[in-house]
């Protein structure tokens, strides 16, 4: 293992961080505000990243175990560091607390243990939704957009933290792939917060639901969250860029360059928009009676499908008290997720999309024992080692939500508020139902109890293995290289 070069990066990464903490500090400042919470935590990065930079690798080759470790570290480091803010400023009672803010804004994942948002300061919201932004492409993802990484082993970074079964270069050198995505990226936020604008909305709150919608993180200025300024408009905007940030970017790209032909081919793609279409029909089906017209419920069903399925977290309703039907697609719709190589979380379409196929397949061989199967995706093949990924993703994901679910029940919650907690916690979406609900919050789970959800968003959000990994035999001479 390259430990001084894990150790390097991680320096960078610091820095980086230092430098997104500046923003926020500006908008505080406009505001009329104490920078101290942000001034502080600049420095102790500063000099975390400047002695960490110091240390020289003797060569700057990645191998895939250096990935994890440098993904998985950074993501914990990072939001120590992010939490800071929140602590300094006694915007929150602990810095467990802080750190599970911080944890669900870098992961996108939307769960908070605030009661009453509104009363924080202009520069803590700002922080807090920004942290969406930038852990919604991937940190990683960002450092090497704007920072030169290691002699072609970067790859090994990308593959851990970006989501979805296969992780590729959209151009051959990966720092401009990582330039592409995030250019794509800021220029749809950028557009949102255009469109927001127009329809009203002040640019601060513009800009914290554009961070939230981007990252599909769901934080909010408002208790309500989008539902409290009851626009229709505003539902379709976010509603709409919710569903686009929830592609897989690298179709935007194809877009671009004209390969129009390769997007329309993608049957991701076509599973995530006719998912999303019968879940949008049949609860607005379902719901008529609460809104009295099936326009109506069509408006709140359809935001309320995009936000769950892409993992935002925003809400217009409190679908808690919806029919059992809905409620159990909405459930569904956590479990889904988004499309793989998008800023979502979730199982990811694409994967379910396979092994879909796969139980189609073996059935298929039940019938015809002596018959080859394949399993195709877009007209190719899958080789074997991408179809056993698949499986083992799922067992590993399935066993750690039972061992979840088993130690968070300890704190004494009913099952519904257990289980929707952590599914809402390892798919990155913010809201469960009961206790944890779009009007509810994570603030009576115990410290142990949040450190835990906490390391179920981390592991959501970077597919699991990083985080998994992350132990003692990661870091033996013995363990695995490539």
Not at 405 to 433: E, K, R, W, Y
Request: hydrophobic share 50%.
């Amino acid at each position: 293992m390259n430990r001084r070069m894990i150790a390097y990066i991680l320096g960078r990464i610091l820095l980086v961080e230092a430098a997104l903490l500046a923003l926020p500090m500006l908008v505080a400042i406009l505001y009329k505000e104490s920078a101290e919470p942000f001034l502080i935590p600049m420095l102790a990065l500063v000099l975390c990243g400047v002695l960490l930079g110091r240390i020289t690798p003797r060569t700057r080759t990645l191998y895939a175990r250096d990935g994890l470790a440098i993904v998985a570290l950074a993501w914990i480091v990072m939001s120590f560091f992010g939490a800071m803010p929140f602590y300094i400023s006694h915007s929150m009672p602990t810095f467990v607390d802080c750190f599970f803010e911080t944890v669900s804004g870098f992961t996108t994942t939307g769960a908070s243990i605030l009661t009453e948002i509104e009363h924080l300061s202009q520069g803590i919201l700002f922080w807090r939704s920004f942290t969406h932004w930038v852990g919604g492409m991937g940190v990683l993802v960002f450092v090497m957009a704007i920072l030169p990484m290691s002699d072609g082993h970067g790859m090994h970074l990308l593959r851990a933290e970006v989501p979805g079964p296969v992780v590729g270069k959209l151009v051959s050198r990966l720092g401009d792939t990582a330039k592409i995505l995030y250019s794509i990226y800021l220029v749809m936020t950028v557009v949102e917060i255009i469109l927001l604008l127009l329809g009203g909305m002040p640019l601060f709150d513009a800009c914290i639901h554009a961070f939230g919608t981007a990252g599909t993180g769901g934080f909010s200025s408002r208790n309500l969250s989008v539902g409290a300024y009851n626009s229709p408009y505003f539902d379709m905007v976010i509603g709409i860029f919710m569903l686009l940030f929830g592609v897989n970017f690298n179709l935007y790209y194809f877009l671009l360059i004209g390969k129009v032909r390769d997007v329309l081919r993608s049957e991701e793609l076509r599973a995530y928009f006719l998912i999303v279409a019968a879940s949008t029909v049949t609860i607005a089906w379902n719901i008529t009676h609460l809104f009295g017209s099936f326009a109506t419920a069509m408006r709140y069903s359809f935001f309320q499908v995009s936000s769950i399925i892409t993992t935002t977290g925003y809400a217009t309703a409190d679908f808690n008290l919806w029919p059992s039907y809905s409620k159990v697609v909405l459930v569904l719709l956590m479990f889904v997720g988004a499309c793989a190589g998008s800023t979502g979380g979730g199982i990811k379409v694409a994967r379910l999309v396979i092994l879909a196929k796969m139980s189609i397949s073996d059935m298929r061989q039940m019938l015809h024992p002596s018959a080859v199967a394949t399993v195709r995706v877009e007209g190719r093949p899958l080789n074997v080692k991408l179809l056993r990924s698949t499986h083992m993703f799922l067992v590993v994901y399935l066993l750690l939500m039972a061992g979840s679910t088993l130690l968070l029940s300890l704190d004494g919650f009913d099952l519904v508020t257990t289980f929707t907690a952590v599914v809402s916690c390892m798919n990155n979406i913010g809201p469960g139902l009961e206790l944890v609900g779009p009007m509810g919050n994570f603030s009576a789970f115990s410290p142990a109890a949040k450190l835990l959800l906490s390391f179920d968003m981390l592991a959501g959000r970077l597919e699991l293995f990083p985080m998994l990994l992350l132990g003692p035999s990661l870091w033996r001479k013995h363990s695995f290289r490539r």
